[in-house]
């Protein structure tokens, strides 16, 4: 059984949401728009906008433990100062290693992780 599949990205008609042009273009493609990169002095003003000088936290990082949200706490907690409450999903597919990083990070780093799970099986059914 085939299925359709978009020209550009390879998204198959299974994704949800998906549909295609009489090209083979899917919608996620159609839609796109190139980011414009502004550049770090744009990023530290926009940063600084949402600096919260009264609360404890400037803003909210989801982790996973990988390298790519490690490294983006990291960032914004050594090379931004910004006061970073981490957020983490601790579902069933987070591994033991995962878990080692993210108590490893927020020790080094010095910030707090809230984790939070749903209650056994419920993730099934939402």
């Avoid at 059984?1 to 295609?20: E, R, V």
């Avoid at 909210?60 to 931004?80: A, C, F, P």
């Avoid at 080692?100 to 993730?123: C, Q, S, V, Y």
């Amino acid at each position: 059984m085939s299925s359709t599949m978009c020209t550009n990205c390879l998204l198959t008609d299974k994704t949800p949401g998906i549909s295609f042009n009489t090209h083979g273009l899917c919608n996620y493609c159609e839609g796109y728009e190139k980011m414009q990169v502004q550049g770090e002095k744009k990023l530290i003003d926009f940063l600084n906008l949402y600096r919260n000088k009264k609360g404890k936290y400037d803003c909210m990082v989801g982790i996973s433990g990988g390298r790519d949200s490690t490294y983006t706490l990291w960032k914004l907690v050594n090379d931004y100062k910004l006061k970073v409450l981490a957020i983490h999903y601790d579902n069933p597919f987070t591994s033991e290693q995962a878990k080692r990083n993210m108590e490893k990070t927020a020790e080094i780093l010095g910030i707090d992780i809230i984790k939070w799970r749903f209650p056994e099986g419920e993730h099934l059914n939402a």
